[in-house]
């Protein structure tokens, strides 16, 4: 009887496993696997990272510039840039599944890409919440649920915990400067401006129809936020451009911050160390208040 129910037990367990895997992206796609991927490309920089956060970073077999966190991607093959995907390297990798995301310039590849056959997972998370759900779907499709869960659920914890810091803080209008040559930002629907409202910041272009507008230097001026951010890590994206013009708040009030761009430019779970630096910038901009 033992023997028997043992091996009832092996057979319901076996079924289970060759069961398909189906889950839904960030486009509202349902993707099925028959199996969990073992080779998977990813096709941007935060793609990566959050394979890696998903225990899944062994099974990459290739991404593309700029996929340099943690330290063992930059060893991983490149299959191209955000501009030209080598959609023969990508097939002589053989994948299982494919992690993109629908930039710009991405989306006359998508049919290249669709036509190899190989399922696909948009990964573009909108919202901070996002980037933990994706975190748990990649586990599921890569059959790696023992690492990625725990890290979701950390990730969700952290938001969480910075949230109630900042839920009654007085609101700071702000300026994000994604960069200056052309002058642009990012809207209300970026996921950025999802880590402003966390700290308690008002975007003030958040109200913009396309995701990174490019903005006049005399729309910002008009605009005087009390507080501008800049991640470039070049001199001529700076904030320091903003010094000359007196008039405005955020000089006035010594409030011209820069971040360090990848935590908060790529939605991945880095975005928690990115959207803690930014809350405590915003709360600096509080205490700098005259009156």
């Known amino acids: 009887m033992k023997k028997l129910i043992l091996a009832s037990a092996l057979f319901a367990s076996a079924a289970a496993s060759a069961a398909p895997i189906s889950v839904r992206d960030d486009d509202g796609n349902v993707v099925t696997l028959q199996k969990p991927a073992q080779r998977v490309i990813a096709m941007a920089p935060h793609v990566t990272e959050l394979l890696f956060a998903a225990g899944a970073g062994d099974k990459i077999v290739g991404a593309v510039t700029y996929s340099d966190y943690p330290e063992a991607?930059?060893?991983?093959?490149?299959?191209?840039?955000?501009?030209?995907?080598?959609?023969?390297?990508?097939?002589?990798?053989?994948?299982?599944?494919?992690v993109i995301w629908m930039h710009g310039g991405f989306e006359r590849q998508i049919e290249g890409l669709r036509k190899l056959g190989i399922p696909l997972f948009h990964s573009e998370p909108t919202k901070l919440e996002g980037i933990a759900d994706n975190v748990e779907r990649l586990g599921q499709l890569m059959g790696t649920?023992?690492?990625?869960?725990?890290?979701?659920?950390?990730?969700?914890?952290?938001?969480?915990?910075?949230?109630?810091?900042?839920?009654n803080r007085p609101p700071v209008r702000l300026f994000y400067q994604v960069w200056d040559k052309p002058l642009y930002?990012?809207?209300?629907?970026?996921?950025?401006?999802?880590?402003?409202?966390?700290?308690?910041?008002?975007?003030?272009?958040?109200?913009?129809?396309?995701?990174?507008?490019?903005?006049s230097m005399e729309a910002v001026l008009q605009a005087n936020p009390e507080a501008i951010f800049g991640t470039s890590e070049k001199d001529y994206g700076s904030v320091d451009l903003w010094k000359p013009y007196g008039t405005l708040l955020?000089?006035?009030?010594?409030?011209?911050?820069?971040?360090?761009?990848?935590?908060?430019n790529?939605?991945?779970?880095?975005?928690?160390?990115?959207?803690?630096?930014?809350?405590?910038?915003?709360?600096?901009?509080?205490?700098?208040?005259?009156n």
């Not at 080598?86 to 053989?94: C, F, I, L, S």
């Not at 649920?145 to 839920?167: G, L, T």
């Not at 008002?202 to 129809?209: E, M």
């Not at 915003?282 to 208040?289: C, D």
């Open 250 to 264: 955020a000089v006035q009030n010594n409030n011209l911050f820069r971040l360090q761009g990848e935590l908060l």
């Open 185 to 215: 930002t990012l809207n209300g629907k970026s996921i950025v401006s999802d880590s402003i409202r966390l700290c308690g910041g008002v975007n003030i272009f958040a109200d913009q129809k396309t995701t990174a507008p490019i903005i």
């Open 145 to 167: 649920e023992a690492v990625a869960n725990p890290a979701a659920a950390d990730i969700r914890a952290q938001f969480s915990a910075m949230s109630k810091q900042y839920a």
């Open 73 to 98: 991607a930059k060893k991983i093959p490149r299959v191209g840039d955000n501009r030209l995907i080598d959609m023969e390297r990508v097939a002589a990798m053989k994948p299982d599944l494919i």
């Open 266 to 290: 790529r939605a991945g779970p880095r975005m928690v160390a990115g959207t803690k630096a930014l809350c405590e910038k915003i709360e600096e901009a509080r205490q700098h208040r005259k």
